[in-house]
């Protein structure tokens, strides 16, 4: 009885222990899961104020501003470069120091930015509210356009961002998709600058239900049937025979004329569309005013901008 009690006992034990291990190693994988993209793009500035902690060794916690050179001043150990590191990179290199001084043998070190010298984000470009934006951490990409007063109808979904620190410029696509856009979601930090450029833009008019331009937005590109579908088709009144493209090619414009109608009918192919096309859809002959390609183009600029969707 006795050595069946201890074998139960031991075996309760083996569990409790393989229980404790898994729970670490769940929570092991949580914690890299929702903060590896971040830890990946925090860096370290000059003018940044740090706050340095070593298990076990309270004399040593310690808080520095970086100076203009990039580094600080360890207690004990002297100069330290830490800007353009991450703050676990320089919680290593700390450790390191403080080891190779022979000040520690072995050294747990936790730094956290507790302050940023740059304490805005600057946003730039297809915006309703461009500008710069106190913050004092890191937010979300959404979060900083919602500051910006989100997208115009005209902006481009590769949005650039240029890291203070790095110097360095990163594209980022942003679906229109809301699930895939927080999916997708990057971390923007003081210092850094969101620019979000203008989409390209295929202009329909003349004798359309609404005539505008519509943005080529999603990487995806447009047909000639596709934008005449999205301004709600050509009117009853329209010569579809004699639709003019206009397409800027080498700084000139060039000029060809296509047929809707055979189009529509399958007699001839759709063609694709690219930036900037304008598509002239001229009224019947009874109400037709010939229109010189400058005239048409010049009403472009005051032309309604749809989103494509």
């Not at 009690?5 to 569990?15: D, F, H, K, Y």
């Not at 940023?116 to 959404?142: C, D, M």
């Not at 594209?171 to 997708?184: K, M, R, T």
């Amino acid at each position: 009885m006795q050595l069946r009690n201890s074998a139960g006992g031991l075996i309760l034990v083996c569990l409790l222990i393989s229980f404790e291990l898994g729970q670490s190693r769940v929570a092991d994988g949580q914690t890299g899961t929702s903060t590896g993209n971040i830890r990946e793009s925090l860096l370290i500035g000059r003018g940044d104020l740090l706050h340095i902690t070593i298990f076990r060794e309270p004399d040593l916690e310690q808080k520095v501003r970086v100076k203009d050179s990039g580094e600080i001043d360890l207690e004990l150990a002297g100069p330290l470069k830490v800007a353009g590191l991450t703050p676990s990179d320089a919680a290593r290199s700390i450790g390191e120091i403080y080891k190779q001084e022979h000040y520690l043998n072995h050294a747990e070190t936790s730094v956290v930015i507790e302050e940023y010298a740059t304490q805005s984000i600057t946003v730039l470009g297809q915006v309703n509210k461009p500008g710069a934006f106190t913050v004092t951490t890191g937010r979300g990409l959404l979060d900083v356009l919602a500051m910006a007063g989100g997208l115009t109808e005209a902006a481009d979904r590769h949005i650039t961002i240029k890291r203070a620190e790095q110097n360095v410029k990163s594209v980022v696509f942003l679906p229109n998709d809301a699930v895939a856009s927080l999916q997708a979601e990057t971390v923007v930090f003081p210092g850094d600058t969101v620019l979000v450029p203008k989409a390209g833009i295929v202009y329909v008019l003349g004798d359309v239900a609404r005539p505008g331009g519509y943005v080529m937005q999603d990487d995806a590109g447009l047909t000639v049937l596709q934008a005449i579908a999205l301004a709600s088709g050509a009117n009853r009144t329209a010569n579809e025979g004699a639709t003019r493209l206009i397409r800027k090619v080498s700084g000139s414009y060039q000029e060809s004329t296509i047929s809707l109608r055979d189009m529509e009918r399958g007699k001839k192919p759709d063609l694709q569309l690219e930036a900037d096309d304008v598509l002239y859809i001229p009224f019947s002959m009874a109400r037709n005013v010939v229109l010189g390609t400058s005239s048409i183009l010049s009403s472009t600029s005051s032309a309604a901008i749809y989103a494509a969707r």
